[in-house]
């Protein structure tokens, strides 16, 4: 598609009503095949929410050198993780892509070059989440990487660029989790609201901030104490979270759900901003 012919399709697209936008705790692969409370809330919000036009995620599980996008028509559902049943690695998600998607993304974003990838798809970060929201696949997916080599404060000013996908039926998605330390993981208790004291007071710490618009400390996470460096030793599953608060504007409001922390160093924490 030329950038005349993306054009003529940006304009063919009337504003909508603004989408909300959400960050989803995914946590374990095996959520995408289990029923269980947290599943239970990512159906309820499927059902509550207007049907988007198609779904841009953001994903823990895509790192890489610079910013990419999947523009391909058909992305293939990635098995990203091992170890798991054979009934998780049977999963198909057959969404369809969006190369007009990617291509705007593309346009809208002047901070950085977004490159087009056709290689990549859909990893379980996204797909194990959002097939609760939309079983049927018939909402188009595109996926947006994670650059690991930059600093939150550039995630955070990349992700408002954003905005004007929200008044074009484009749901936006940060799928990660706040509180996610596998190496301290109570495996005896991963299936039981426990939390470590430190889990306990970054969780505590992370959602004063978020209820109360407090972003920098947010996007200064490496500033905030030991109980933050626990619970983050690496950024990939907090980052999508930052994608989400920049998109927050002045009218929005933030809920909380899924606000459970498991096997004492992880968080199920999920929002949704609207």
Not at 12 to 34: D, Q, R, Y
Not at 138 to 156: E, G, L, R
Not at 183 to 195: E, G, H, I, S, Y
Request: include cysteine; charged fraction near 20%.
């Amino acid at each position: 598609m030329q950038l005349k012919d993306l054009n003529k399709w940006n304009r063919s697209l009337p504003n909508t009503a603004k989408m909300p936008v959400l960050f989803l705790g995914h946590g374990s692969p095996m959520n995408a095949i289990e029923e269980n409370e947290f599943v239970s809330e990512f159906k309820k919000l499927g059902r509550a929410l207007a049907t988007p036009r198609a779904i841009l995620c953001i994903s823990a599980h895509w790192e890489t050198r610079g910013t990419f996008i999947t523009a391909m028509e058909h992305p293939q559902t990635i098995h990203d993780f091992g170890g798991f049943p054979q009934s998780l690695f049977d999963v198909q998600y057959p969404a369809p892509g969006s190369p007009q998607l990617a291509l705007e993304t593309q346009e809208l974003v002047k901070s950085t070059n977004v490159h087009l990838d056709d290689k990549w798809g859909l990893d379980h970060g996204s797909w194990s989440v959002i097939k609760h929201m939309y079983p049927e696949a018939n909402v188009p997916v595109v996926q947006m990487s994670i650059d690991y080599t930059k600093p939150a404060q550039y995630h955070y000013d990349l992700a408002k660029e954003l905005a004007a996908l929200r008044n074009k039926g484009v749901l936006i998605v940060g799928s990660g989790n706040m509180i996610h330390n596998l190496r301290r993981v109570a495996w005896d208790k991963l299936n039981t609201p426990f939390a470590y004291d430190w889990a306990l007071e970054a969780r505590e710490k992370m959602n004063t901030a978020i209820l109360t618009h407090d972003h920098q400390t947010l996007i200064d996470f490496k500033k905030q104490g030991a109980a933050f460096d626990l619970s983050i030793p690496t950024p990939e599953h907090y980052l999508p979270l930052i994608y989400t608060l920049a998109l927050q504007d002045d009218q929005d409001e933030v809920q909380l759900f899924n606000d459970e922390p498991l096997g004492g160093s992880l968080s199920m924490t999920s929002l949704k901003i609207a």
